[in-house]
């Protein structure tokens, strides 16, 4: 039986955007490998250490896979968990198309396709976003006092500034989120529900937070695991994650945030005395190239996994012989 037009449209179209993506990611990591041979490792990796940093990374990735599901039930909507962590790792893959607004698209018609409602699916994608923008400020504000405290004495009505605008901003969240959502869901061209449940807001806030937290503590361990030690506590390398992360995700035009991260990345090492000049170029290329196969290869697996499923068989069944 032939497919129906709009599915085989829908699959050519996926194709289509499956090879871009490859492309794109495929220009990304050629760029810094290219780059990431002109810094020599300073020592031999501890490679166990850097391995353990991919899997808290990857921890972080599943406590998001979680609270999207846990998001998505403040609507009503079940997913499994393999099934969430799938369109939420495959939809993670528009990150690398110029724009960002793709991962959104890519997470609503992902999750529609599964039996989520328009709304549902929309609502949740749109505050999974803007949530992770809003506590990955929080985060970072949070960590900029410590960065303050240790680049030089003279910053306490700074730092004391920071702890504060973070605080409003974590308590005003809940209120602000829901009449953000509407705004970000008519530029995305997505349904979202104008009365956004506040436990959904909640739930995202938490879980995107402690995500955040986890994605500081793997930074950290692949710098002590690439250079042999790290100079500062945990929150420095918190705040020098997230503040390098949110200005290559703010960076429209740049996919996966590629040259604004890594720059954004080596200005704050050397600021907060965290490492010398080189020492900060190779982590900030090292990083890319490590989290950018972190991010792609589930999500890749997850594809390949999901279209040999789909794939119709090749024979009928009522030929065998029985």
Not at 24 to 42: C, I, K
Request: charged share 10%; proline share 6%; net charge positive.
């Amino acid at each position: 039986m032939a497919a129906p037009r709009g599915s085989r449209a829908f699959r050519v179209a996926g194709w289509v955007l499956a090879a871009v993506v490859i492309i794109l990611v495929g220009r990304v990591l050629l760029h810094d490998l290219r780059e990431l041979r002109t810094h020599p490792l300073p020592t031999s990796p501890d490679w166990a250490t850097i391995a353990l940093s991919g899997v808290v990374f990857l921890g972080a990735h599943a406590v998001l896979v979680q609270t999207w599901r846990s998001v998505l039930g403040c609507w009503g909507a079940r997913l499994p968990f393999w099934t969430a962590a799938r369109i939420w790792s495959v939809s993670n893959l528009g990150r690398y198309v110029p724009g960002k607004i793709w991962q959104i698209g890519a997470m609503g018609a992902m999750a529609r396709d599964v039996g989520v409602s328009p709304l549902a699916a929309s609502g949740s994608a749109i505050l999974g976003t803007l949530v992770n923008v809003v506590a990955g400020f929080v985060v970072a504000l949070l960590g900029g006092r410590a960065l303050l405290d240790r680049s030089s004495a003279g910053h306490g009505d700074l730092a004391i500034a920071f702890v504060v605008i973070a605080a409003v901003a974590l308590l005003a969240a809940p209120a602000l989120l829901p009449r953000l959502a509407p705004w970000l869901g008519r530029v995305a061209r997505r349904p979202v529900d104008p009365t956004l449940p506040t436990r959904a807001v909640v739930y995202a806030l938490l879980g995107n937070i402690v995500a955040w937290l986890l994605y500081g503590a793997a930074f950290r361990l692949f710098m002590v695991g690439l250079l042999g030690g790290a100079a500062g506590g945990y929150a420095e390398y918190l705040a020098a994650y997230t503040i390098s992360y949110l200005a290559g995700y703010l960076a429209l035009f740049a996919p996966a945030g590629l040259g604004v991260r890594e720059g954004a990345m080596v200005t704050v090492l050397i600021y907060a005395g965290l490492a010398t000049r080189p020492q900060a170029a190779l982590v900030a290329l090292a990083s890319r190239v490590w989290l950018t196969l972190l991010e792609v290869v589930p999500g890749f697996l997850f594809w390949a996994h999901a279209a040999v499923r789909r794939r119709p068989p090749t024979t009928d069944p009522s030929d065998v012989p029985t």
